[in-house]
């Protein structure tokens, strides 16, 4: 199958934020978003995106999270009319999963907002191991002619400043359990999930933005597995192809300089074997696409 994985949207509403809302966590959100975020990520980038992959007709979207910037109901609205009218997939080809700017809130948590929004995008062929994650039931699984896509939850709600994922204790037991599924081993494991399955070495930087449970993450799996993952807004790929490879796309709608950072989009090639080919499209700034292969980096240690 040809997957397509793309990232941290980052889409604004279209409505004026209203003051009562931009309280607690999302006051320093707002604040980078209106002098920061919001000069270099545009949601013109995210339509051509959406675009070009319709015209590639590519067989499965992977979206891995933030897709939002303060998880408001405007946000969402405008990314499922992105998805719906640019994208034009009928949700049985695209899956999502959700990032930390998607809980942003334990109101938005708590009011599950994400599950409201793209509760199609999450449908499971495994509907019965599920845990009611506050974004959905997680893990879905979606089986196609030999590959398993399985779709995590890492996010969560985390102090200001902070961005670090969890998946817990209930999702990993949920996992196991779905790994050991006949179905499943009989495929090749494509996992979905926002935050990377590899820390940074900085204890610092793992504890402020890493996934906090990653090595327990890793140890769920006893086959070798890809698993994608945004929230660097870095193209990258660490792990080893014989156990666990992560491939970490880019802000879909991030307009850098520099070609590893700048928005687009990964395509892989993959059959019940493993990965076959993998490659990026980067967005140009004349709106084309440009085609280079994924970078790679040492595996860390966490």
């Avoid at 607690?24 to 002098?35: E, I, M, P, Q, W």
């Avoid at 975020?37 to 590639?56: C, D, I, N, P, Y």
Wanted: with cysteine; hydrophobic share 40%.
């Amino acid at each position: 199958m040809l997957l397509a994985h793309l990232s941290d949207l980052h889409v604004r509403g279209d409505e004026p934020i209203p003051w009562g809302r931009l309280l607690g966590k999302r006051a320093t959100g707002y604040v980078n978003l209106r002098y920061r975020r919001g000069s270099t990520h545009k949601k013109w980038a995210v339509q051509a995106l959406a675009r070009e992959l319709q015209r590639l007709q590519v067989d499965h979207v992977a979206i891995t999270g933030d897709l939002s910037n303060l998880a408001l109901e405007d946000e969402f609205a405008a990314v499922a009319a992105l998805l719906r009218d640019d994208l034009g997939l009928p949700p049985a080809r695209v899956s999502i999963v959700p990032g930390n700017h998607d809980l942003y809130t334990r109101g938005s948590m708590i009011k599950r907002r994400f599950a409201h929004y793209f509760g199609p995008y999450l449908a499971s062929d495994l509907p019965g191991v599920a845990i009611d994650h506050p974004a959905g039931p997680f893990p879905f699984v979606r089986l196609f002619e030999g590959v398993a896509l399985l779709g995590l939850a890492s996010a969560t709600p985390s102090p200001p400043l902070c961005a670090y994922g969890l998946l817990g204790a209930a999702q990993r037991a949920a996992l196991q359990r779905v790994l050991l599924d006949r179905q499943v081993r009989e495929r090749f494991v494509v996992g979905l999930l926002h935050h990377p399955p590899f820390n940074p070495p900085s204890p610092l930087k793992t504890l402020r933005n890493g996934l906090h449970d990653a090595r327990e993450l890793r140890a769920c799996f006893q086959q070798p597995a890809l698993l994608l993952h945004g929230h660097l807004h870095h193209r990258v790929v660490q792990g080893d192809p014989a156990s666990i490879l992560s491939c970490g796309a880019t802000s879909a709608s991030l307009l850098d300089e520099r070609p590893d950072h700048r928005a687009g989009f990964n395509l892989y090639e993959i059959d019940r074997s493993g990965l076959r080919s993998s490659r990026a499209l980067v967005l140009t700034p004349d709106g084309a696409f440009r085609e280079q292969p994924l970078p790679s980096s040492l595996t860390p240690a966490a």
